[in-house]
Structures are given as structure tokens and as C-alpha cells.
């Protein structure tokens, strides 16, 4: 897997695919989703982790239009099991303007 701070970055470009990009829009948004997954429910270290995302997105885009940054869960210590074991998934999801 990719570390977050590798995946997020600004585009600076005319063209994406297909779409022409104007460099004059003012209003920037940006979907990002992030999850964490467990063997603990209830890890400690969960809270710790969404605010290091939080924190490298408003590093990467200080000098960019997006200002908000949160999550909304979309589930929390989901119970599955994989290879036998039971671990616990988290996924938060944001809109950030």
C-alpha cells in the first residue's frame, strides 16, 4: 500500500483524461476516504491515525483553496473475519471544500 502522503497531492495541469481544467475556478473540492483496520475494537491508535490524515492534507494543500478538512464515519469497528481471525474496519469519508 502507498503511504497517504503519496496519494494526495494537487493537480497542475490543462487537462485531466478527457476534461479541459481551468485554472480560473476558485472553488476546489476533493472526496477523500481512509480506514483503519484493527485486531483491537476500539484501538487507541484509530483517533491517532485520522488525525495525522487530517493534518499531512492540510499540510499538502496549505496554499490551495480546499480550508475544510474533516471525516464523517461511514462505519465504525465493523467485525469481520479474514484468515481466521477477527479484525475490525473502520472507513470515514470526507468532503473537503
Known amino acids: 500500500m502507498k ?20 485554472s480560473n475556478v476558485k472553488k476546489v473540492n476533493a472526496l477523500a476516504f481512509a480506514s483503519f483496520v484493527s485486531y483491537e475494537q476500539n484501538d487507541s491508535k484509530k483517533e ?33 473475519e479474514l484468515f481466521n481471525k477477527k479484525i475490525y474496519v473502520t472507513l470515514r469519508a470526507g468532503l473537503w471544500e
Open 48 to 80: 491517532v491515525y485520522y488525525a495525522k490524515v487530517l493534518n499531512t492534507a492540510r499540510k499538502v494543500f496549505a496554499n490551495n483553496i480546499i480550508s475544510t478538512f474533516s471525516f464523517q464515519k461511514a462505519y465504525e469497528d465493523t467485525e469481520i
Open 3 to 22: 503511504k497517504f502522503n503519496d496519494q494526495i497531492y494537487p493537480v497542475e495541469k490543462d487537462k485531466h483524461g478527457w476534461f479541459n481544467l481551468n
